[in-house]
């Protein structure tokens, strides 16, 4: 089966950095972009970094540009998520979705991990 495992979340204080990763199995890796959301209490679930099949696109929200950075390793099947001074606003859920608009992959995801927590407070 088709699974994505976020890691690496926690609990940091602002200003500090956490870098999450995301395993991917059960699909051809370098087919997908992969991207990073997350979802805040209360709030809607949305997207914070995007990055193509081999890494020569990549866009940010707004309100994380200059902080994060997404990478990945088509080798090891994995996205990571760099982020750099945090702030309380980015404590949210942050997910990993692997989407793909290969031909060859019609009909198949997008596909969604489970989640890992970040928490940013003082």
């Known amino acids: 089966q088709v699974q994505l495992v976020e890691s690496g979340g926690g609990l940091v204080q602002p200003g500090e950095s956490l870098r999450l990763s995301c395993a991917a199995s059960?699909?051809?890796?370098?087919?997908?972009?992969m991207n990073w959301y997350r979802q805040a209490p209360g709030k809607e679930r949305e997207l914070v970094a995007a990055?193509?099949?081999?890494?020569?696109?990549?866009n940010y929200a707004d309100s994380v540009k200059g902080r994060f950075t997404i990478s990945r390793d088509n080798t090891k099947n994995t996205v990571y998520l760099q982020m750099n001074s945090l702030k309380p606003e980015d404590t949210a859920v942050y997910y990993c979705?692997?989407?793909?608009?290969?031909?060859?992959?019609?009909?198949?995801?997008?596909?969604w991990g489970q989640g890992t927590q970040v928490t940013v407070s003082s």
């Open positions: 979705n692997a989407q793909s608009d290969v031909v060859s992959e019609i009909g198949r995801g997008p596909y």
């Open positions: 990055i193509s099949r081999f890494a020569l696109s990549r």
């Open positions: 059960g699909i051809i890796f370098s087919m997908y972009a």
